[in-house]
């Protein structure tokens, strides 16, 4: 019915760069809010960024100023650019939408969770 697919995540070093994308794809009618968690080892899953359908954003606040989310409602993608990447940002991110999809002649409303894409951030 309904998948989001990450991409992006990956080995960089302290003070490097990193984009994550998360592309939605099915039966979608529309999606509403669309945001980034992150779970490191031991810890549990934090949200990192959100952003309305109409893009207003908020962050969590060791990100603001580096990282910064967007989406291409067109695509029904997120994008989540990250900057100045510390070691303490070493994650599993997710990406998480909630959205309004057609089953068997219905519309339904759920949140949807993406795989997760490993980001590690060496010092």
């Known amino acids: 019915q309904v998948q989001l697919v990450e991409s992006g995540g990956g080995l960089v070093q302290a003070g490097g760069s990193l984009r994550l994308s998360c592309a939605a794809s099915?039966?979608?009618?529309?999606?509403?809010?669309m945001a980034w968690y992150r779970q490191a080892p031991g810890k549990q899953r934090e949200l990192v960024a959100a952003?309305?359908?109409?893009?207003?954003?908020n962050y969590e606040n060791s990100v603001k100023g580096r990282f910064t989310i967007s989406r291409d409602n067109a695509k029904n993608t997120v994008y989540l650019q990250m900057n100045s990447l510390k070691p303490e940002d070493t994650a599993v991110y997710y990406c998480n939408a909630e959205l309004t999809y057609y089953s068997g002649g219905y519309r339904l409303s759920t949140d949807y969770w993406g795989q997760g894409t490993q980001v590690t951030v060496s010092s």
């Open positions: 099915g039966s979608i009618f529309s999606i509403n809010d």
């Open positions: 952003i309305t359908s109409s893009g207003s954003t």
